[in-house]
Every structure is written in structure tokens, then in C-alpha cells.
């Protein structure tokens, strides 16, 4: 029997005998009957291979193959701290549950810190810092000066209405003039009693004459006792410096003042004030308000100290000359220097762009008063007051702020004035409690807000004897008044320099992104490169490995 041998130098040629050789035997075995179990087998392997491949998609199985691998492949290459010890190649299955716990642990230790820090920013929205301890003075307008007798009513327009006035044949002139002292309805008002204000009110129909009228022409001139009056080094005339206003004490004589709409300084020269506030150029009592003051002790009739003088209220140009202004007193025979120190606080665009209820204050021209011209915190819980009080008796007294559209109080509504009395002595007129026992305050009656820019004006105060006879020798003053009387008062800046605090948002976009930033980066090596990283290993890998395999 003859072997066939392949020749080693035509393996090309034996190559292909062999696959015809294949192809013939697999020929026959199709056409014959015996291949029916292969051709079954054949077709069995197909369709064990369609299940496999159905059951494959009902599981996810390629979408898991997927995931893990792009998982696999990203704890290998991302910078963030741990990920690469989960995927690391021969570390054991121990290994690998530490790290993915000590992963975990830092990824919610993060999200808290992170968490914990906007609740921060939300709570505290805005700071105010020292923006300079340079700021000049002639940049912050002058304060408002409002100067109030202690002596309420004059003792010699009084005894003059007494003489007039018609009374019941019981009263005395004394008893009468005792009932003055009704027109006082913060002071002297509490020691009458009900009888006493029907007697009052029987007497004041008789004479025509109404409370307001009464207590106008019973209230001394402030202009009267201002002898002297200097601005800056140049003497003016007090009337066209000095204005009467209503201020809680009842009318003060006030400088500087543009709270209210209108001002009442003589039509003669009411053309002649300025529209805005003074300012100064300079520091010293030579460059600020200097006024001669004469209590005029013998006219003192109604008063709520011991003593003759005047007290002084600094405050802000616009704002009503409330309990809340920095208070001084200058009493009889004395020379005062007054030196202020001013302060400005201002906020920044970015306060003004947030949510006022974030932010928890209010510009000067984000709402408008009834009887303000500006608004401010003062004036709105002034007006706060004044409303809280016509609310419970129908009018208001003469010494509110009044645009006319409330009804002045008379004799009737005194005693309900004088049990509402109270409101204008609280922090918070609605709340009748101790500031001590008031936790928290998230609303402030009717909603009057803090300023988000204002002046401030905290003073100190020097005294000395006054000696008229020096004085004289150089200034001229009244002579018809006795000299021991008189008082010498100077207001003044102190210095050409002031504090400016600016209010700004606690953290703005960068200064979150770098806080948030430090955490996540302290923590867990976070930055936005790793952040590219995920994005990249979740969207573009997958993309790019999809058309490079087609």
C-alpha cells in the first residue's frame, strides 16, 4: 500500500488540497442521510446561542460589562484619593471593602462639610468690615442738631391765659393753670385724673379754643432763646440757621433737619436753604455750629428736670429726632464742646442685587414713608408707632409726625393716649415684654427694616464754667439776659478723618468656589480636573470607543 507524502517544498499547494479535501467530505456528509445529527447540532448550537444572547440584553449584562469596565478603568486613573487601592491588581477582597468604606466615608463627610457651609453663607448673607480708617470727613454731611427746652411751657403766656380765660366760678386761676400742664401728655398728664380732663375739655369749649391751639400758644419760643448763632466761622442770623420741628419732647428748634417734606423756616428765606444736608472741610468748634443759649429761667412753668438747660439730640439729617439720637444735655452758666466722630457704613452692588429677605435690610429708596422724606429705620418705626397708636384711639397727638390725613387727639382720647403711652418707650411697640425675654425676632413690626447704608454720630461731650465777661470782650452777646444764665454750645467734627465700614456679601461665586473647593479638596482630592475626569470616563470614552471599534 503506497503512502502518500506531502512535499515540504509546496506547502501552498498542500494547503490547498487539504481544504478541498474538507469541502468534498463535508459535501457528503450533507447529502447523506447520516448527517442529519450534525446539521441538528449545527442548528441547536445556533439557537442556544439566540437564548444566550436574549437572556444577555434581559439582564443588562452588557450595560454591567460596561459600567464595571469604565469604573474599572477610572479608579485606575483618577487623582482623587483611595479609588486606584479599590481596582489596585493583587490586593485581596479585605483590601479592596476598606478602601471602598474609607471612599464612602470621605465622599459623605464632604457632602456634609460642603452642606454645612451653605447653611453658614444662608445664615449670614452679608458682613460689614472696616473698609478704611481714613474715609474724610467732608464726605459724610453734617449732622442734624435739634436743640429742646427743658421748660415745656412758658410761665408768662400761661399766666396771661389765665387772666383771660373764662372758668367756672370753683376754679382758681392756680387750679387752672395746674391744667395747663394737660398739654404735656408724656410728662404731667399722669398726675390728673379723669375729672380733671372733662373739667379741662368743659373749659376749653367755652373759650373756643382746642387742645392743638392751646398747646401751641402755651409753648416757648426757641427761637427766643438763641442769642447767637455761628456757622463755620461766620455769624448768621439763628432763624434762618435754626428751624421749629415736632420732635417727641413736643417743638424743638432744630439745625441741619431735612427729615420732612416741607420745612418751616420764614417763606422769606425759605428759597435760601440748601436742598441737601452741610457738609464741613474742616475739624475744630471753628468749623461747626456755635450757638449762644439763654434758658430764660424765670419763664419755666413745666418741666421734667431738675434742672434749666437744654437738651440735645444728634442725629442723622433725615431722621426723625427720636429717643434713639445720641443725647447730650447742656445746663445754665456752662461752655459745651460737643466733638462728634463721625462713622459711614455703605453697601456694595452685590448687597443690592440679593433678596431684601436675605439680606435683612433696606435701601433709602426701596420704600417710601408717609410722612418721611427718606426712609430709614428711625422714621419707619416712628411712623410704626404712630400708626400702632392711631390704630388703638383714632388720633395721634400734636407731637407725632402728622401728614395730615391723621386726626389730632383732644381731651377725649387722653387717657387712651396715656395707657399707650408705653409703645414709645419699648424696642418693639408690639411686643410688651422685656428686650431680655425676646429670644428671637424674625419679623420687625411693621416690617421696618435695618438701613443697609447710614451715618452714624457718636460724640463726647466737654464742659466748663462759662465767663460771659471774656466772652464779651470779643463776641458780643445779648445784654437784656443775665450772663450766669447763658450757655455757650459748640458742635463740631474732631477729626478730618472717619471710619468707613463697607457691607458686602459674606461669600460671592469665587469665594464659594474656593471654599467649597478646600473641602472637597482636603478631603478627597477633589478639583475640577477630576471633574472633567468623571464626565470624560462616563460620556466621551465610551463615544470614541464606539467608533473606534467600527
Known amino acids: 500500500m503506497s503512502t502518500f507524502k506531502r512535499s515540504p517544498f509546496n506547502k501552498q499547494s498542500n494547503r490547498i488540497f487539504d481544504i478541498h479535501q474538507h469541502q468534498i467530505r463535508r459535501k457528503k456528509l450533507v447529502e447523506s442521510p447520516t448527517a442529519q445529527p ?6 441547536n448550537a445556533q439557537h442556544q446561542h439566540k437564548v444566550s444572547r436574549i437572556r444577555q440584553l434581559a439582564t443588562f449584562s452588557p450595560v454591567r460589562h460596561w459600567f464595571l469596565e469604565n469604573l474599572r478603568n477610572y479608579c485606575n486613573s483618577t487623582s482623587l484619593h483611595g479609588f486606584n487601592y479599590i481596582t489596585l491588581k493583587g490586593s485581596t477582597a479585605n483590601e479592596r471593602y476598606f478602601w471602598i468604606i474609607i471612599v464612602i466615608i470621605s465622599i459623605i463627610v464632604s457632602i456634609v462639610l460642603v452642606i454645612v457651609s451653605w447653611n453658614w453663607n444662608r445664615a449670614t448673607p452679608t458682613v460689614t468690615v472696616i473698609e478704611s ?6 464726605n459724610i454731611p453734617f449732622p442734624a442738631v435739634t436743640i429742646c427746652n427743658f421748660n415745656k411751657i412758658s410761665k408768662v403766656k400761661a399766666m396771661t391765659l389765665a387772666r383771660t380765660f373764662k372758668r367756672p366760678a370753683n376754679v382758681s386761676e392756680e387750679k387752672l393753670l395746674n391744667l395747663f400742664r394737660i398739654t404735656m401728655f408724656f410728662n404731667f398728664a399722669l398726675n390728673h385724673t379723669e375729672e380733671d380732663f372733662r373739667l379741662f375739655e368743659n373749659i376749653l369749649t367755652t373759650n373756643n379754643y382746642t387742645i392743638t391751639q392751646l398747646s401751641n400758644e402755651l409753648t416757648p419760643d426757641c427761637l427766643e432763646m438763641m442769642s447767637k448763632c455761628v456757622w463755620k466761622g461766620t455769624r448768621s442770623r439763628c432763624e434762618s440757621l435754626f428751624q421749629p420741628v415736632q420732635a417727641m419732647e413736643g417743638v424743638c428748634c432744630s439745625f441741619n433737619y431735612y427729615g420732612r417734606p416741607t420745612n418751616n423756616f420764614p417763606k422769606k428765606i425759605a428759597y435760601q436753604i440748601p436742598k441737601r444736608p452741610y457738609r464741613v472741610t474742616g475739624c475744630g468748634y471753628a468749623t461747626g455750629i456755635s450757638v449762644v443759649l439763654n434758658p430764660i429761667i424765670k419763664d419755666y ?3 421734667y428736670l431738675s434742672s434749666y438747660g437744654f437738651r440735645m439730640l444728634i442725629h442723622d439729617a433725615y431722621n426723625f429726632p427720636d429717643e434713639n439720637a445720641e443725647t447730650k444735655v447742656v445746663t445754665s452758666g456752662r461752655e ?5 466722630n463721625p462713622e459711614s457704613t455703605y453697601a456694595t452692588n452685590d448687597v443690592r442685587k440679593m433678596d431684601i429677605e436675605l439680606r435683612g435690610c433696606l435701601f433709602s429708596d426701596e420704600r417710601k414713608l408717609w410722612s418721611m422724606k427718606r426712609y430709614s429705620f428711625i422714621n419707619c418705626m416712628s411712623e410704626c408707632r404712630t400708626q400702632i397708636l392711631y390704630d388703638n384711639c383714632g388720633c395721634i397727638p400734636l407731637s407725632l409726625a402728622n401728614n395730615g390725613s391723621f386726626r389730632t387727639c383732644d381731651l377725649r382720647e387722653m387717657d387712651c393716649v396715656m395707657k399707650m403711652r408705653d409703645i414709645f418707650s419699648w424696642a418693639l411697640p408690639t411686643v410688651n415684654r422685656t428686650v431680655s425675654l425676646v429670644q428671637n425676632t424674625h419679623k420687625f413690626p411693621c416690617d421696618c427694616l435695618p438701613d443697609c447704608q447710614f451715618n452714624g454720630y457718636p460724640s463726647e461731650i ?18 437784656t439776659v443775665e450772663t450766669d444764665e447763658q450757655i455757650l454750645l459748640h458742635v463740631f467734627f474732631s477729626d478730618l478723618m472717619a471710619k468707613r465700614y463697607r457691607m458686602d456679601i459674606f461669600q460671592d461665586w469665587l469665594s ?5 473647593g478646600g473641602l472637597l479638596g482636603l478631603i478627597m482630592g477633589f478639583s475640577i480636573v477630576t471633574a472633567f475626569e468623571f464626565l470624560y470616563f462616563l460620556t466621551f470614552r465610551p463615544i470614541f470607543n464606539y467608533f473606534n471599534d467600527s
Open 336 to 340: 459745651s464742646f460737643v466733638r462728634i
Open 133 to 138: 480708617a481714613h474715609f474724610p470727613t467732608w
Open 462 to 479: 466737654t464742659m466748663g464754667l462759662l465767663d460771659m465777661n471774656l466772652l464779651s470782650a470779643k463776641n458780643p452777646v445779648n445784654k
Open 301 to 303: 412753668f413745666g418741666t
Open 38 to 43: 450534525y446539521n441538528n447540532r449545527d442548528t
Open 512 to 516: 464659594s468656589l474656593a471654599s467649597f
